[in-house]
């Protein structure tokens, strides 16, 4: 059984202490919403400081002896992170161009980098194939754009409003939000208010109706 989440629930069943289980639920909280925001460092250190405020235990009690439960459901977690760190790493042809990357201390941004760089060759590659392309045929007929505008939902003046609100810089300021590095909403303890993408889904809507 290597799912952190049915590993969570076969120690809360074993755990017999209310506040015990209640410190497991929280480190699992945490650790899901690093994984959501895409996260690959599960380090104890880094769930402890991040889950302080929300019930996670410190440090040191996760190290203790009695923490052995806490350290089964992280390393669970980093087992995924280390996974999709490989996954990352390996489509990365390994000619030595980028041992740099393993300089990098923060685990975190090491696969943000390496994330980065696996796109820029994808769309260096997409490249060399557009650009192989040798007769390249437009349908300039207006049915196609009528076709397209009809597929796009009707909203109104008002909720194009609502909309540019809800992410601007002042409402997320109010509410001690930030933007994510990948289109997500944080609250200022790391904790993930809107999921990967939610910007950019809302961007790219408000961007259509402005044509």
């Known amino acids: 059984m290597s799912d952190p989440t049915e590993i969570y629930e076969a120690i809360q069943n074993q755990l017999k202490s209310v506040r015990s289980r209640k410190s497991l639920e929280a480190v699992h909280t945490v650790c899901q919403d690093l994984h959501d925001s895409g996260a690959v460092d599960f380090r104890i250190a880094t769930i402890s400081k991040l889950g302080a405020n929300r019930g996670v235990p410190s440090a040191q009690t996760i190290r203790n002896k ?26 990365i042809t390994p000619t030595g161009k980028y041992d ?3 300089d ?22 997409e490249n060399r194939g557009f650009a192989s392309i040798q007769k390249l045929e437009i349908d300039y007929r207006p049915q196609s754009d009528a076709t397209e505008e009809s597929q ?7 909720e194009l409003a609502a909309l ?5 810089d002042d409402f997320l300021k109010r509410q001690g939000w930030v ?3 990948r289109g997500n909403i944080m609250d200022q303890s790391g904790k993930v208010i809107f999921r990967n993408g939610f910007l ?10 402005t044509k």
């Open 100 to 102: 740099w990357v393993d």
């Open 200 to 209: 950019d889904v809302i961007e790219k809507l408000l961007s259509l109706r």
């Open 66 to 91: 009695t923490g052995a439960p806490y350290r089964t459901l992280i390393g669970a977690w980093q087992a995924i992170g280390d996974k999709k760190r490989k996954e990352i790493k390996g489509r």
């Open 104 to 125: 990098v201390g923060n685990p975190t941004h090491r696969y943000l980098i390496l994330d980065l760089i696996a796109q820029v060759r994808h769309l260096k590659a």
């Open 152 to 158: 796009l939902p009707n909203i109104l003046n008002h």
């Open 179 to 181: 933007r994510g590095e």
């Open 164 to 168: 540019k609100e809800a992410i601007s």
